[in-house]
């Protein structure tokens, strides 16, 4: 099955590229950005070296549903999808923060307060809490936004604003629109019978100087959900929550010794275990948005790139 690992277009009016972990970003005239999502997988901030089948045009198709699902309360960038695993928007330049929201005692933060720790990017957590106890409020915890493949770090808004990282009024309608993508993000989920547990938003600034959201948002790779069915009992046996995101491969990367630290080898991956990710990440779509899967076609999947976006750039 063809899979998209790295791709080499050359689009009208192209100006430059960027290539991310999993995202490769295309500048068009200084204007307009050409975001495709790759089916690469990351994991501890090291790309895996084999690809998942259809996982790019899943959280591309995600991000996009849930980019016109809030609209109404936070502007992003967007401005079509012309093919299934691309998204044409704004060009931004982006806030070198990502703006995290915690609203349950779970990963990164649940290991930091299991060390002792009370304070995560300067702001409390309170004591007596239990891993994927809820807060009593949603907390930000930003982090850097890491350039080159390092790891981000997390930092405390005082530090983001004494280091003129972002200015005090931008950092403001930041927090402002993170908390209205948190709460939207959480009816959402809710409807379909999950909790939004944590997630990260990215902003840029247009051109005009406006403040949207980029990026993907409320993907299994951006955030993490649990099976709002059964949650109070599990926390009450401290059993194990039973989550919907990408942590499923994190898990099977440390039960094989893996946490992307030096020295460690990435276990094989399997054709049987590719194909199981692909089908955990199909699931994933169908359970956050409600509606079915449909494979595109893949035969030819970079000429069918092309074609798509050449076609769209030519009659805008």
Known sequence: MNTINETNF?????????KGKVREVYNINDDLLVMIASDRLSAFDVILPRQIPFKGQILNQIATKMMNDTADIVPNWLIA??????????????FKVEM??????????????KAGKRMLCGVSMPEGMKENDQFPTPIITPSTKADNGAHDEDISREEI???????????????????????????????????????????????????????????????????????????????????????????????????GKEGQQIPEMTD?????????????????????????????????????????????
Not at 81 to 94: F, I, R, S, Y
Request: proline share 2%; glycine share 6%; aromatic share 12%.
């Open 161 to 259: 604003l004494a280091k003129g990282i972002v200015s005090e009024e931008d950092y403001k309608v930041l927090e402002v629109y993170t908390r209205s993508l948190f709460e939207r993000g959480t009816v959402l989920a809710a409807k379909r019978g999950l909790i939004l547990v944590d997630t990260k938003y990215e902003f840029g600034k247009t051109k005009e100087g406006k403040i949207v959201l980029i990026d993907e948002i409320h993907t299994p790779d951006s955030s993490r959900y649990f099976y709002a069915d059964g949650y109070e009992e599990r926390q009450a046996k401290e059993e194990k929550q039973k989550q919907l995101s990408k942590e499923f491969v994190r898990q099977w990367l440390i039960e094989n010794g893996f946490q």
């Open 10 to 18: 050359q689009f009208p009016k192209q100006k430059s590229v960027y």
């Open 81 to 94: 999808t012309p093919d299934e695993n691309v998204a044409v928007g704004h060009l931004c330049e982006p």
């Open 272 to 316: 049987e275990k590719i194909f199981e990710i692909s089908n955990r990440y199909i699931e994933l779509y169908e359970q956050i948005t409600g509606e079915t899967f449909v494979k595109a076609n893949t035969e030819n999947v970079l000429e069918r790139i092309d074609k798509n976006v050449s076609s769209f750039l030519k009659n805008i």
């Open 100 to 113: 995290v929201i915690r609203g349950y005692l779970s990963g990164h933060a649940a290991r930091e307060y």
